[in-house]
């Protein structure tokens, strides 16, 4: 049986081979996963279509592959399970045999590892056998890879990490992720290819913050989510849109092209570096399915489990630096759109308020915009808007 890439969305023209968790000879099972293919947004995963043994391995890690390319060929039906029953007749040369058998008992284990703790062992070049599992079934989680390479004694770097040592210090060089070039690449172009500019505002949250302590446990007895901030954000933010429609348009050549739909983009950190899910037709959702929508995609994120889709579209995009502890900053925008909204760090400061000083929950925003398309009149009158609906929440209800 051939084992090959999956076909690849239109606008992905290669892949790399991230993470192979078999090897040649070995017995895989049904829908195990052989091996991890790392696309310039997500990670595939191929799986056995049989029960069988992995045979010659074509295209290793690293590799560069296009869509359904053969990198690995496996022989479906035969195991080699008499190899167990032959090893206690050889005590002599037992060593080779309970090694195999010690391999098919990882193999097992590898098996119940989930792909973000797989992805993990495999970065780190960690033996999963080594592994204290404390979840259930004692399944190895995230939490018990980090303790273990935390107590683990410091190791020579695997061969993708060339390590330089000289006397205490030591440097390594690993390979950028495709995810990481690819994300490097669409900074710099955001940076050369726009007119960016950068203006500010700040805003009371103590409204929304009375808000969500006066509702917090009946919305979440309701719908079964807690009532954070993204979810007012967004919907400032649409309301936002509505009213500056260059906002939510994209230069596209020599034309200006304006959408008639709110799909927003949520910057989101995985442990493969930031990505950029799309809520979609945000103008049709309430606060609790927003909640609701982020939450599914975050999980998502930290699991390896964005399919391309999640990623597709978007016409305007909020980050929120503030859950890092970020006071300010210059966001930069996600291309093709024509604005990122940077939202803040919440921190109490004195403020003036009808001739007297009140201390106040203070946060700033931060649009970045392409000047070439949005003029300063409208990127001001924008950042506004989202600041007095942020601090008079019920014009968000009232679409006022």
Known sequence: MEIKVPVLPESVADATIATWHVKTGEAVTRDQVLVDIETDKVVLEVVAQADGVMGEIIHDTGATVTAEEVIGKMEAGGAPAAKKDDAPAKKEDSKPEAAASDAKSDDSNDDALSPSVRRMIAEKGLDASKIKGTGKNGRVTKEDVEKFV???????????????????????????????????????????????????????????????????????????????????????????????????????????????????????????????????????????????????????????????????????????????????????????????????????????VDGKMEILPMMYLALSYDHRIIDGKESVGFLVTIKELLEDPTRILLDI
Not at 267 to 277: C, E, H, I, K, Y
């Open 150 to 352: 935390a107590g683990a004694p410091a190791k020579s770097a695997s061969p993708a990490a060339a390590t330089a040592v000289a006397g205490d210090r030591s440097q390594k060089r690993v390979p950028m992720t495709r995810l990481r070039k690819t994300i490097a690449n669409r900074l710099l172009e955001a940076k050369n290819s726009t007119a960016m500019l950068t203006t500010f505002n700040e805003v009371n949250m103590k409204p929304i913050m009375d808000l969500r302590k006066q509702y917090q446990d009946v919305f979440e007895k309701r719908h079964g989510i807690r009532l954070g901030f993204m979810s007012f954000y967004v919907k400032a933010v649409t309301e936002a849109l509505k009213r500056f429609p260059e906002v939510n348009a994209a230069i596209d050549g020599d034309d200006i092209v304006y959408h008639n739909y709110f799909d927003v983009s949520i910057a989101v950190s995985t442990p493969r570096g930031l990505v950029t899910p799309v809520l979609r037709d945000c103008d049709k959702m309430n606060l609790a399915e927003i909640e609701k929508a982020i939450k599914d995609l975050a999980l998502k994120g930290r699991d390896g489990k964005l399919a391309m889709d999640d990623l597709t579209g978007g016409n305007f995009t909020i980050t929120n630096g503030g859950v890092f502890g970020s006071l300010m900053s210059t966001p930069i925008i996600n291309p093709p759109q024509s604005a990122i909204l940077g939202m803040h760090k919440i921190q109490d400061r004195v403020m003036v």
